[in-house]
């Protein structure tokens, strides 16, 4: 496990604190969730405050990064979110919910809603004893392309936790399905029957008792191609590839391989900070995967653009030409789908959500029928949209 000096290119420029929840803008800098969100303009354009490249847009919370340096930095990073947990309990605004405390399997994609995430009740229950066992059962999701050939159709994953500490190991246990194809390898019949997973004790070797925070090439995949991450790039939808994964299309639109979310605003260029974590701790690999891309760019039907093919200077060119934005500008609000803060044009506003937040849509992901806010809101269906009428400045932002 890394020391915290050994991560300071993991550090937030904003708050000067390791990143957490870390937010990933289109110039490849990366800063704290709270600190991008208290940092944004809500009446015009923002700008990185490393390199003052102009930014419309609130990314997603870039989740294998979250769980990267979760691993890394496991005591300082938790140490993070409990004082940022105690923040949003005094504002009563809470950001995304993550599964903190336990760590995916390194042989499933990565895939948030596979995940547990230990709630008060749980912990209280937990407190009554010294240890307990929690059972899960969890649906796999496919998103697009992510990893699909490694994907499970259905797994039990058992948490044990202490009252002593906030640590969870998660045993993930696939069970068989009627077709072996394109499923991950299912345990043996003596791994399946057992009641409560032992918890490291003090006696047993610190190595061991800590295995399961070392940072692995699993951990450092590209969700498109399932190999390790070169030249690494995050869209506003927070999902993390290889440059080269990403197709540009002939408009010079931006779509996820895997949740299809449309990429605004300018090209994203290459997380370097992370780029050279990579080349670091793998750099045998890393010099693999350069050779490899390499030979896969040759082999590529001329009639595809890749993302890797545009030199900093076309980057830049083609960003300012993207489509400029019409309508009325609604100051300080920002949408839940996309993120473009402000919003421009059509808002919704949902009349129902109880959040201090608030839900707003712009009329984009409003007729796209998106859910998931960029906060941690309980919007559903269900609830009643209402447009939002202003007077339209007709100038463009």
Known sequence: METYEELEQFQCIICMELVYKPIVHACGHYFCFWCVNKAMRGDFKSFCPLCRRPYMHFPRICEQLHFIL??????????????????????????PQLDDYGLRSRNTPFDINRLVTPSRKTSEVASSADAETVVSSNQSTELGSVCSPN???SNVTKLCITKQTDLVWPILISEPSSSSKGK???ADEAEIDFEVQEMPTQDEDSNDSLSHLVITASDLTCSHCCNLLYRPVV???????CEHCIVVGDDDSINCPSCKAEH???????????QYYIDKIFPLEYARRSVQVTAERRERPKNISQLSMFADHEVSMKASTRK??????HTTVGCDGCGMRPIIGKRFKCED???AVGFDFCG???????????FNQRHTLEHRMKEVRLPSLGRPI
Do not use: T, W
């Not at 869209?235 to 590839?241: A, V």
């Not at 605004?264 to 992370?274: A, G, I």
């Not at 984009?364 to 960029?374: A, D, F, I, P, Q």
């Open 70 to 95: 979760l691993k890394s930095a496991h005591d300082k990073y938790l140490n993070r979110a409990r004082e940022v947990q105690k923040e949003e309990d005094e504002r009563g605004v809470f950001s």
């Open 151 to 153: 994907s499970s159709s």
């Open 364 to 374: 984009k992901c409003y007729e796209s029928g998106c859910v998931v806010g960029r």
């Open 353 to 355: 959500c109880p959040d």
């Open 324 to 329: 400029k934005l019409h309508g009325p500008i």
């Open 235 to 241: 869209l506003n939808c927070g999902h993390l590839f």
């Open 264 to 274: 605004p605003e300018m090209f994203p260029q290459v997380c370097l900070e992370l």
């Open 184 to 186: 991950a390898p299912v």
